[in-house]
């Protein structure tokens, strides 16, 4: 469903990724994982056609985000590190505007919106200015406006940063839920590790712009605990040759 | 198409919610009563000394259509150079500020689509203020019987030149990240293009003459607010539009590469 070849890009002079390859079957939930600046929203803004790559491709449900990224956007649904929200809108009418905004038919708005609000558990709320919600509701309207659409991948960046322990742990169940739907392919990053134990299957680890790592978790877990792992392959990206690369941390 | 009108509704929707169109349309409506009514005074009072004078032969020049409507209509002009700036400063700018700039460029809607919606919602409240701006018109037909057919090309000059400020503040709005900047270099900008044609006439050079005369504003709404329609005025304000527009297209696509 995702897959980036080679994929590289710079800011000016900064390179915040290079050489970035992967590939992510239909179905899979795959965690992002990486220290703050490894190049992981950028990885996830060329996804979701926010970005142009410097080099190197990307194509998320079989299209080509050079040549065909409006199909692409269809499929894909993303929220960013900050979910994108009007303040003084209502829930149900911010919802409706992303569902015509992919191109959701107005007879099937009603439905769909109907549907992005139970599944997040907002119901409730449908009614209110997205201004007065907390944080946690906040985040479920981001997550809801994902998936408003039903896109068969989606994209979280950083879904539960800022959130209280116990806004954690439902928006974990909340993903975990809207993945298992008919077989959706989920990417998130994180750089909680705790995050991808309890959500992810496979994880990617990105540091200093490289793809360090590339495997299932129960293969990682055999390996030691996850944080010896990350911590290894952090420390090893690190080195000195990396840093004369002048591979630069930058997350935009 | 849908993607288009959903952009445009959103956008009118959240003008109509929060204060700030209100505010600012009814502020515009403030001091343009006050110009129309204190106008039509002044013409009231001196209409009235030319009779107690016994000046009939300059009644024929003194006309309710030059003297109020023509006159207000040129100082709502003016007023213009404020309002649509303040109307469109939000445009670009609060959608980078709040980040849900990132969920339009990553929908499926193309640039063109996002420029044009947000452009189409700014039109919108443009007529609803020409609508208002042609209802003190119509009390004059209280007092006397305005030239309909020249009010109704004042108003659509007046429109017109709104429309290409929306577009032009649209173009800037999408350049910044402050709604404050926005705002202010609309409105520098939309002032100095209203009094182009001033420094055209301290120029030495007759081709630089000509080129910032047609640049200026006021040479092109000033023949219609006094019911003059020609063609190269249309012109003029639809190259303004279609240039500005694709600007900000340019720029929205810019948006992406950095």
């Known amino acids: 469903?995702?897959?980036?070849?080679?994929?590289?890009?710079?800011?000016?002079?900064?390179?915040?990724?290079?050489?970035?390859?992967?590939?992510?079957?239909?179905?899979?939930?795959?965690?992002?994982?990486?220290?703050?600046?490894?190049?992981?929203?950028?990885?996830?803004?060329?996804?979701?056609?926010?970005?142009?790559q410097t080099s190197g491709s990307a194509a998320v449900g079989g299209f080509d985000m050079a040549t065909n990224a409006r199909a692409a956007k269809r499929v894909t649904g993303y929220l960013p590190e900050s979910p994108p929200l009007y303040p003084e809108m209502l829930v149900h009418e911010y919802l409706s505007y992303v569902a015509a905004l992919h191109d959701v038919p107005r007879k099937e708005r009603r439905d769909k919106v109907a549907r992005a609000l139970t599944a997040c558990g907002l119901e409730k709320v449908e009614g209110r200015v997205v201004r007065t919600l907390s944080k946690g509701f906040r985040q479920r309207v981001g997550l809801a406006?994902?998936?408003?659409?039903?896109?068969?991948?989606?994209?979280?960046?950083?879904?539960?940063?800022?959130?209280?322990?116990?806004?954690?742990s439902e928006i974990r169940e909340l993903i975990r839920r809207l993945a298992a739907e008919e077989g959706r392919t989920v990417i998130l990053s994180t750089h909680i590790l705790a995050e991808v134990d309890a959500i992810c299957q496979r994880v990617l680890l990105i540091a200093y712009g490289r793809l360090r790592l590339d495997a299932r978790l129960e293969a990682l877990r055999a390996q030691g605990s996850l944080e010896q792992v990350f911590l290894r392959e952090v420390?090893?990206?690190?080195?000195?040759q990396a840093k004369a690369a002048g591979l630069v941390e930058a997350e935009l | 198409?849908?993607?288009?009108?959903?952009?445009?509704?959103?956008?009118?929707?959240?003008?109509?919610?929060?204060?700030?169109?209100?505010?600012?349309?009814?502020?515009?409506?403030?001091?343009?009563?006050?110009?129309?009514?204190?106008?039509?005074?002044?013409?009231?009072?001196?209409?009235?000394?030319?009779?107690?004078?016994?000046?009939?032969?300059?009644?024929?020049?003194?006309?309710?259509?030059?003297?109020?409507?023509?006159?207000?209509?040129?100082?709502?002009?003016?007023?213009?150079?404020?309002?649509?700036?303040?109307?469109?400063?939000?445009?670009?700018?609060?959608?980078?500020?709040n980040g849900s700039i990132e969920l339009l460029l990553t929908s499926p809607a193309s640039s063109g689509?996002?420029?044009?919606?947000?452009?189409?919602?700014?039109?919108?409240l443009l007529a609803v203020v020409g609508v208002l701006t042609g209802a003190f018109v119509l009390l004059l037909f209280v007092y006397g019987n305005p030239e309909v057919a020249q009010t109704l090309a004042g108003l659509q000059t007046l429109f017109l030149y709104s429309l290409a400020l929306a577009a032009l503040c649209c173009f800037i709005s999408a350049l910044t990240r402050s709604q404050i900047v926005a705002g202010f270099v609309g409105i520098t900008v939309a002032l100095l293009l209203l009094i182009l044609p001033v420094a055209a006439d301290s120029s030495q050079s007759d081709s630089l003459k000509e080129v910032l005369r047609w640049l200026g504003t006021s040479t092109h709404f000033d023949p219609g607010l006094k019911g003059d329609i020609r063609s190269e005025d249309l012109a003029y304000f639809g190259i303004v539009i279609a240039v500005c527009l694709s600007l900000a297209r340019a720029a929205v696509d810019s948006l992406r590469w950095r």
Request: glycine content about 10%; some cysteine; proline content about 4%.
């Open chain 1, 145 to 168: 406006q994902a998936i408003v659409h039903e896109p068969a991948v989606l994209v979280l960046d950083e879904p539960t940063a800022g959130l209280d322990p116990l806004q954690i």
């Open chain 2, 1 to 97: 198409m849908n993607r288009l009108l959903a952009i445009a509704g959103r956008e009118l929707r959240s003008m109509f919610v929060t204060p700030d169109a209100y505010v600012l349309i009814g502020v515009y409506m403030l001091f343009a009563g006050f110009i129309f009514f204190a106008s039509l005074g002044l013409f009231i009072v001196q209409l009235q000394q030319i009779q107690a004078l016994g000046m009939m032969q300059l009644l024929d020049q003194w006309n309710l259509q030059d003297i109020v409507v023509a006159q207000s209509f040129s100082t709502f002009a003016l007023f213009l150079c404020f309002l649509v700036p303040l109307l469109s400063m939000r445009g670009f700018a609060a959608e980078r500020a």
């Open chain 2, 113 to 124: 689509e996002i420029v044009m919606g947000k452009f189409l919602a700014i039109a919108a």
């Open chain 1, 1 to 52: 469903m995702i897959k980036a070849q080679g994929l590289t890009k710079r800011y000016g002079g900064l390179t915040a990724i290079q050489d970035v390859s992967f590939e992510i079957a239909k179905g899979e939930v795959v965690g992002f994982l990486g220290p703050n600046g490894a190049g992981k929203t950028t990885t996830m803004r060329i996804l979701t056609g926010y970005l142009p």
């Open chain 1, 235 to 240: 420390e090893a990206a690190a080195g000195p």
